[in-house]
């Protein structure tokens, strides 16, 4: 009964290709979350999205682009991969102000 | 200057050991604070959350928020080696704003 599922775990893909992540959420929350993190472990946010509509984009390059179908998804389409993607990416949620929950976290590759 | 400061460490203590981990801000909009344990390869955990000022007490962790200077802080009680990991302060202001994550303090209890 895991609470953020996203999925693949790991992703390794070459130059150029285009790709998705897809999250799940079963806690009931409204509020959806991609965040990036490097390989120095810093954690920053991509997108959010509060029942269905985004709130938050930051300055991401738009070969990323979030879609969520409803609001218990919230799915990452990566255009045109490039080398400097390689990362974690973790979705999460969260409801109204509270606390928000992380996935266990998808580890892309781009080679 | 980051919104967020966090000392990456790492950090060695003995097993028994009192645990201190720290995070400084710099806006004062933030009023949720919270710290996440990531064990290695795995997804931030929520560990403790605190609204405002205070203290909070949870087992052998206590949370600590001072808004005035603002400084937050993480104490960990009898350490035990399965406390290493990376922790990570995050804080955010009211309503649908992002989650800021400081840098994590990567923490190694030593049997």
């Known amino acids: 009964d895991t609470a953020v599922s996203q999925t693949p775990k790991y992703l390794v893909t070459q130059m150029g290709n285009d790709k998705s992540i897809k999250c799940e959420q079963n806690?009931?929350?409204?509020?959806m979350y991609w965040y990036k993190q490097d390989s120095k472990k810093f954690l920053k946010i991509m997108f959010s999205y509060n029942n269905k509509e985004l709130i938050i984009n930051e300055t991401v390059p738009n070969r990323f682009s979030p879609k969520s179908p409803d609001k218990a998804h919230l799915n990452l389409h990566i255009n045109s991969l490039e080398l400097g993607d390689s990362a974690v990416y973790f979705c999460a949620s969260s409801q109204e102000e509270r606390w928000t929950f992380f996935g266990q976290g998808t580890r892309l590759t781009v080679v | 200057q980051k919104e967020v400061e966090q000392d990456p460490g790492p950090l060695s203590v003995p097993e028994g050991a009192i645990v201190s981990l720290n995070c400084t801000y710099s806006?004062?909009?933030?009023?949720?604070f919270m710290w996440y344990r990531q064990y290695s390869r795995k997804g931030p955990e929520l560990l403790m959350y605190?609204?405002?000022?205070g203290n909070k007490e949870d087992g052998r962790f206590t949370a600590q928020v001072d808004k005035s200077s603002k400084y937050i802080s993480l104490f960990i009680r009898d350490s035990q080696p399965s406390d290493s990991a990376t922790y990570l302060c995050?804080?955010?202001?009211?309503?649908?704003?992002?989650?800021?994550f400081g840098t994590g303090t990567k923490l190694q209890v030593i049997p």
């Open positions: 806006n004062s909009a933030f009023q949720y």
């Open positions: 806690l009931g929350h409204d509020t």
């Open positions: 605190t609204y405002s000022s």
């Open positions: 995050a804080m955010r202001a009211g309503g649908y704003q992002k989650v800021t």
